[in-house]
């Protein structure tokens, strides 16, 4: 159809029923959910005043919503025009949150015929569209041509490098793909005890993707648990995921979950660097982080967790091994004898009630029936909250280490609403992976 033939479209409308300018401009107003309903209902009504109101810029504030009715109004009419200006605005259009709409709509939809056009908007350096034109690939990913994916894992190893944290989260999913399948072959070649083989595909893993978390912690773990016990280790430390736990001079007093105690200060101190509870790869918005250190008998936890809405937490268990683990609260798993099997688990909240359980391989395995004898105190701020705690090594499960010996150890930050959960070692998935740890080396 023409754009002539749309005015004359725009025309019959006015004059027959609710005018279509009010109808679009319902668009950019509190009401608008009302207007769209009526706009998909009636797709050989709607689609020409609609096109027409795209290049209107009286129409500018809704420009965003009528993009995407404009994507879903080509599930209900067949229309090549419909779609040759759904291309047009979205790699062209002035406003970049319109380009970014139509994006994000076409991976709902998962419209691969506009995965070249996309590809245009991906290599725009505009944050938002290039964003949501990325993920709306990544969703399509398995319906590319050969070539445009090849082109698109190229430019993802470059997006990994980008500020915008959407585009890089995005672009490393991207290359996370087939750094898994170098990870699994191995793994793979670790079985067959070909080892000088599995060393070149981590190393390639690496050398394709060398932000990966992922592949990172697998190397330092090959050559931990396959080569070199020392060169592992090394590793482990370089990427973060392993604390020396240093003998305090002074062990702190634990009296008001402050962290203020000098002797906090020799202790070691971690972020928590990744957010994310189920699969999702983000790193941290929040300030979180633990302080480790020991003595001969004793070891010592620090917790430091910002709020800005302290006021707002959430801590109303006060039962021992109630669900505080919903609550604000932070989550300690510890592995003391390093079978990357059987470990404990320690959940404290914001007001100091308890939660803990010996598990032998995950959650499913769970003891309630074990209890840490610990002393522990916590602290409110105005704009965190701090906790402070002593664990005494000589109980079950938790035998006292030597000098030179290693625990498996995780750490996490639990949010009251889960959107700011997050750990000091990343375990892909639920936070019992215990064969995901990161390490404890007593000094």
């Not at 090849?150 to 993802?156: C, F, P, Q, R, Y």
């Not at 798993?333 to 007001?351: E, H, K, M």
């Not at 105005?382 to 664990?391: P, Q």
Request: aromatic letters at 8%.
């Amino acid at each position: 159809m023409t754009r002539l033939g749309y005015l004359v479209l725009v025309g019959i409308w006015v004059g027959c029923g609710p005018s279509v300018e009010d109808q679009l401009e319902q668009l950019g107003n509190a009401g608008q959910d009302v207007a769209i309903q009526e706009l998909l209902l009636q797709p050989k009504r709607s689609v020409g005043p609609l096109l027409q109101a795209m290049d209107d810029p009286r129409f500018e504030r809704a420009h965003p919503v009528m993009a995407e009715v404009l994507v879903m109004l080509m599930l209900r009419i067949d229309d090549e025009n419909l779609v040759g200006e759904i291309r047009r605005h979205l790699t062209s259009h002035p406003n970049p949150r319109v380009r970014g709409r139509i994006a994000y709509k076409l991976g709902m939809l998962k419209r691969a015929e506009f995965s070249d056009a996309l590809m245009e908007v991906v290599r725009d350096t505009v944050s938002e569209p290039r964003f949501e034109a990325l993920k709306t690939l990544n969703i399509i990913s398995k319906k590319l041509p050969e070539g445009l994916g090849e082109e698109l894992d190229e430019l993802a190893q470059e997006l990994a490098r980008s500020e915008h944290n959407g585009v890089r989260l995005e672009a490393m999913l991207r290359l996370e793909v087939q750094v898994d399948a170098m990870l699994d072959e191995a793994t793979q070649q670790v079985a067959k005890a070909q080892l000088a083989e599995a060393e070149s595909l981590y190393a390639k893993a690496l050398e394709y993707a060398p932000l990966s978390w992922k592949a990172r912690y697998r190397q330092a773990r090959f050559f931990m648990d396959n080569v070199e016990k020392e060169r592992g280790l090394e590793k482990m430390l370089e990427i973060g995921a392993a604390l020396s736990v240093p003998v305090l001079k002074q062990a702190p007093v634990i009296d008001d979950g402050r962290l203020d105690d000098p002797a906090w200060g020799q202790a070691t101190q971690a972020p928590f660097p990744f957010l994310g509870y189920r699969g999702q790869v983000l790193p941290a918005d929040m300030e979180s982080r633990v302080y480790v250190g020991r003595t001969k008998d004793d070891l010592y936890l620090g917790f430091y967790s910002y709020d800005a809405m302290p006021d707002s937490l959430l801590a109303e268990k006060t039962q021992r091994d109630d669900q505080v683990y919903l609550e604000d609260s932070v989550e300690i798993f510890l592995d003391a004898n390093l079978d990357w099997r059987s470990y404990v688990q320690i959940i404290v909240n914001s007001v100091g009630t308890i939660f803990d359980a010996a598990h032998e391989n995950g959650l499913r395995t769970q003891d309630r029936s074990w209890s840490v004898e610990m002393e522990v105190d916590t602290h409110i701020g105005a704009d965190f909250w701090s906790l402070e705690c002593r664990i005494p090594f000589a109980q079950k499960n938790l035998l006292a280490p030597k000098s030179g010996d290693v625990w498996g150890a995780n750490f996490t930050r639990d949010f009251r609403d889960k959107a700011h959960s997050s750990q000091w070692v990343y375990t892909y998935g639920e936070y019992h992976q215990v064969g995901s740890f990161g390490l404890l080396l007593f000094e």
